[in-house]
Every structure is written in C-alpha cells, then in structure tokens.
C-alpha cells in the first residue's frame, strides 16, 4: 500500500505515503548530503533507496501492485528491472531523459521478489509512470496521480481491489479542488486524507518542494510533527 503524487502548480511539489507491514519490511529514514530516502533492508545486507529524493530533485517511488505474467522478471541484456532503474535515478546516476531513454529501448520488468510499478519525476515536474508488462506513460496536466492499481489499465488490477480502498478516487477529488497555489501544507492534507492504519499503517509521509529545495516528512502518522530536511549546500 501506498500513494504518491506530483502536484504542478507555482511549485512542484511531490508527496509520498509509505506503507508497509513491519513483520515483513525493515526500514529506516536515511539522510546523507545527496538523498533523503526510506531505505529497505535487502537480504544482500544494505538499505535500498527505493523511495527518495536526490538533491538533484530526482524523487522516486515503488508501489505494490498484483503482478502479471508480461512484467515477469528475466535475466536479459533487453530488460532492467523496475527497481534497479528506480534507485538509479533516486541516485542520481541516471536523470530523467536517461530514464525515458531506458524505457523506450529496454523491457521494464519485475524485481525478482516483488511485483512493482513506479513514479519518476524531476525538479521540473517531469513524471514518468511505469507498469511492467503494461507500460509506460510521460504524464502532464496539473497533478498525477497513483496508487496500488494500474493507472495504463486500470481493469487488469481492479478484480484485486480491496473492498473500500478508494485512495485514488479521494485523493483524485482533492487534487482537483486545488488550482496554481499548492503548498507543502496542501500536500500534506492529501496524505493524511488518505493515510492507512492497521498492519499496512501509513510509516512515513513525505513531501519534496522544489521551490525550497527541501524534504518535509511525519512518522507513523504524527502529522502534527513535521520535520524538515534541507539538502546541505555544497
């Protein structure tokens, strides 16, 4: 479970909601110099940086979605992974025109463990969303939007839908509420509109300003204490 969103008004602002069920997943909120990021401990002993923000203004999410036979992982020059190119581009090692360039020549398939879908975007508000086997879209307009079902085709996920999870839909009514001016606080209203609780409970909510150059985020649904982070000057 999660949702994530761009948001391209006066300022591009992204928000991010990370839920996940700790007897399964072992994060922790990593800032260093160049990437504020929500690192997953892996078997191979690190912490990934699957959901963050570079200093560049790269933000990149993953988001569960049910799998389909087409994004199946394959060990092939032709393919890369959904979560190899998303980290990628949390690390600044490829921007968002390497990204689209990645997209449009190679297959974007599954992790072996996980079936993902994701959202790219730049400082810009530049938004990539990928579905392996499915596809992949540049996005424009004045938001974008996704959670934990096909946004490309929406009919191949909705027979997993679970019963009363209308995230999108509420989160979609807001978005649309708001016109040029939104801000952090804005962001902030959406994800707690939509926070989750119970065993997927809502662990960390972030908002990226690329006016201020700045993270924002809440623990365990705590929004009434918001923390900052300030990418360093260099």
């Known amino acids: 479970m999660c949702t994530r969103f761009v948001y391209r008004g006066d300022d591009m602002v992204t928000g991010f909601n990370f839920e996940i069920d700790l007897a399964v997943w072992d994060?922790?909120?990593?800032?260093?110099?160049?990437?504020?990021?929500i690192g997953i401990l892996r078997p191979d002993g690190m912490r990934h940086s699957y959901h963050g923000v570079n200093r560049n203004g790269n933000v990149g999410t993953l988001l569960y979605v049910h799998g389909n036979p087409e994004g199946a992982c394959q060990d092939s020059a032709g393919c890369m992974t959904i979560a190899d190119l998303t980290e990628q581009f949390i690390q600044a090692k490829i921007g968002f025109d390497e990204a689209l360039e990645i997209v449009k020549k190679r297959k974007i398939v599954y992790a072996p463990d996980a079936t993902m879908q994701a959202m790219l975007s730049d400082r810009?508000?530049?938004?990539?969303?990928?579905?392996?086997?499915?596809?992949?879209?540049?996005?424009?307009?004045?938001?974008?939007?996704?959670?934990n079902y096909s946004v490309l085709a929406p009919e191949s996920t909705r027979p997993f839908m679970v019963p009363g999870d209308d995230r999108y839909e509420r989160a979609a009514q807001l978005l649309n509420t708001y016109g040029a001016h939104f801000t952090r606080d804005d962001a902030f209203?959406?994800?707690r509109a939509v926070r989750q609780e119970g065993i997927w409970a809502t662990r960390v909510s972030f908002v990226y300003s690329a006016k201020e150059h700045a993270v924002y985020y809440v623990r365990n649904n705590n929004f009434s204490q918001i923390n900052k982070y300030e990418f360093p000057q260099c």
Request: hydrophobic content about 30%; proline content about 3%.
């Open 27 to 37: 994060h922790k909120i990593i800032k260093e110099k160049d990437r504020f990021y």
């Open 124 to 147: 810009q508000g530049r938004t990539l969303i990928m579905e392996p086997g499915i596809g992949w879209r540049e996005d424009h307009g004045r938001y974008s939007l996704m959670t």
């Open 189 to 191: 209203s959406v994800l």
